[in-house]
């Protein structure tokens, strides 16, 4: 049987950006760029690596990514809304189409998803973040400065009570914020249960003394558990849930985000990430993972220290991530930023000269490593954001304050 040869370039024309998925991939290849562009959008839609009998010009026609533009290493590949399922398939079935095979495909040195636009179509099914940044801000009561966190540390090891204590003199130092570290979930030396029923009190007793503050309670687990252990953890007094995107899914932040009987805000850690995002030349941008994440309804997410603190990250593309996470959509609310990752108080002026205020400064170590303990450590972080807020040198504003004063004499400044 004589086989038609289809042609899957289309370099220079436009489509409807409400009718196709819009992808950017960075690839590295020995082959002519065009071939290796038509490979992946070849695997991804109509094609395989040989004519195939059953793709009739019809099919081809209708369901054909098309490789609208290659610039550099940079190749531009739309897919038609239709290759997507949407009840049944969810960010699983468009990861399969957008960021699938491709990925393993011999002749390619290296691809790396660098950008994703959704059409109003696609994008509309979705409800993004059900509080959002403002609502956290609505909720801590504090309208503009940037929220405050800290991170429990050490990550595994402390019980409940001294998981309580430890959010309490965090929140007797002012900030606004604490969870659990991504490593936490119900181990023996620290079942959930207890954990989030002290921590639950500890934040009451914050609020009886006039203080506002979250906990994000880690509830990352298998998917068919996930969504039942949020519920419990909410009825045990948790007035946020925090969930690791890469291990647990996307579909696993949409449930948690959509599903009515979960009333609290979504934390979303991204730890992993790094597997996908570190590669300059292959696997995914942390932009793309930040536009899914909204998508699925993450209320804050880790982003990166905009080339701060101690996690991989290129100044560059932590302001995109940044910018997906703030700016504004007609489908979906705001998410509040997160910049985490050895952090400490002498690098809050250089970070928010990056960041802005809209951010959530989180410090683990940063706040347990203070030589006065985890209250002071608090405060230092504190006054350090207070310093960056009001436009104030930090070892200026350390001169009356002895908390920041002990913490730029250990850390410096950055
Ligand atoms: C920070 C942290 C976070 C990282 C993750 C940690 O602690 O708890 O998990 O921020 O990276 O364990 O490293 P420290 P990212 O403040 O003690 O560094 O935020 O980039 O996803
Ligand atoms: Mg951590």
Request: charged share 25%; hydrophobic share 40%.
């Amino acid at each position: 049987m004589k086989m038609e040869s289809y042609s899957y370039l289309d370099l220079g024309a436009s489509v409807d950006p409400d009718a196709y998925v819009i992808c950017k991939y960075r690839v590295t290849t020995e082959l002519p760029m065009e071939k290796a562009a038509e490979s992946i959008a070849a695997e991804q839609s109509t094609g395989t690596w040989t004519g195939i009998s059953t793709l009739s010009r019809d099919i081809f026609d209708r369901y054909r990514a098309k490789v609208l533009g290659i610039e550099g290493d940079m190749v531009t590949i739309a897919f038609p809304e239709d290759d997507f399922s949407i009840d049944n398939g969810g960010v699983p079935q468009i990861l399969s189409v957008i960021a699938g095979n491709l990925f393993g495909l011999e002749a390619l040195k290296g691809v790396r998803l660098e950008d994703v636009a959704f059409p109003k179509g696609i994008a509309g099914m979705y409800k993004g973040p059900r509080f959002g940044a403002d609502g956290l801000r609505k909720l801590l009561g504090r309208p503009e400065k940037p929220l405050v966190g800290t991170i429990v540390k050490p990550k595994i090891g402390l019980g409940p009570e001294a998981t309580a204590d430890y959010v309490y003199e965090a929140g007797s130092g002012g900030l606004t914020n604490s969870k659990d570290d991504e490593t936490l979930v119900d181990q023996g030396f620290c079942p959930i249960e207890d954990r989030t029923k002290a921590v639950a009190e500890a934040l009451d007793r914050l609020k009886e003394e006039g203080h506002l503050m979250v906990h994000a309670v880690n509830v990352s687990t298998n998917g068919d558990r996930i969504v039942e252990l949020a519920e419990k953890v909410q009825g045990w007094g948790a007035k946020q849930i925090m969930v690791d995107v890469i291990t647990c899914g996307f579909g696993a932040v949409q449930a948690l985000a959509e599903d009515p009987s979960i009333k609290v805000p979504v934390h979303v850690h991204r730890t992993m990430h790094g597997a996908m995002t570190k590669d300059p030349r292959h696997g995914i941008s942390m932009l793309a993972i930040t536009k899914l994440v909204r998508m699925c309804g993450g209320d804050a997410l880790h982003i990166g220290t905009l080339g701060v603190g101690k996690m991989v990250g290129d100044v560059r593309g932590d302001h995109d991530n940044l910018e997906a996470c703030l700016e504004a959509s007609e489908h979906y609310k705001t998410v509040m930023p997160v910049c985490s990752g050895g952090v400490y108080p002498g690098m809050i002026g250089r970070l928010v000269e990056e960041s802005g205020t809209n951010v959530q400064i989180q410090a683990g170590g940063g706040v347990a490593g203070h030589p006065g303990g985890v209250r002071k450590g608090a405060m230092g972080m504190c006054q350090a954001v207070d310093a960056a807020y009001l436009g104030i040198p930090v070892g200026e504003y350390a001169e009356s304050r002895p908390e920041l004063k002990a913490a730029l004499e250990l850390w410096g400044i950055k």
